[in-house]
């Protein structure tokens, strides 16, 4: 059985940090792209940042460039996200999801989801 568990949410003011972590179990890295996508109050979900251990594909929506890393430890089955200078509009619940797909930050071609970590950002 899959399991995708997040941790590391919480609140923080404008400017701060945070770093997220998806613990992984039942599949490995290898055949498995990491997503972390958010959802805002009264908004679709959005793909965040994605990483693909087998190939290194790495990828950042434009609104997180410069500001967020993804990161993963195989050895660990866990994906990170450094949150670094937030603002009050990165507040959502963050979710990770896995596929077995190459190159998609599209949230329908995912498989397998978490259960969300709430992340406010007070101005």
């Known amino acids: 059985e899959v399991q995708l568990v997040e941790s590391g949410g919480g609140l923080v003011q404008a400017g701060g940090s945070l770093r997220l972590s998806c613990a992984a179990s039942g599949l490995t890295f290898d055949d498995y792209a990491i997503a972390w996508f958010r959802q805002a109050p009264g908004k679709g979900r959005e793909g965040v940042s994605y990483i693909d251990s087998s190939d290194g594909d790495i990828y950042y929506a434009d609104s997180v460039k410069g500001r967020f890393t993804i990161s993963s430890d195989n050895a660990k089955n866990t994906v990170y996200l450094q949150m670094n200078s937030l603002k009050p509009e990165d507040t959502a619940i963050y979710y990770c999801?896995?596929?077995?797909?190459?190159?998609?930050?599209?949230?329908?071609?995912?498989?397998?989801w978490g259960q969300g970590t709430q992340v406010t950002v007070s101005s």
């Open positions: 999801a896995a596929t077995s797909r190459k190159l998609t930050i599209v949230a329908g071609e995912y498989d397998y």
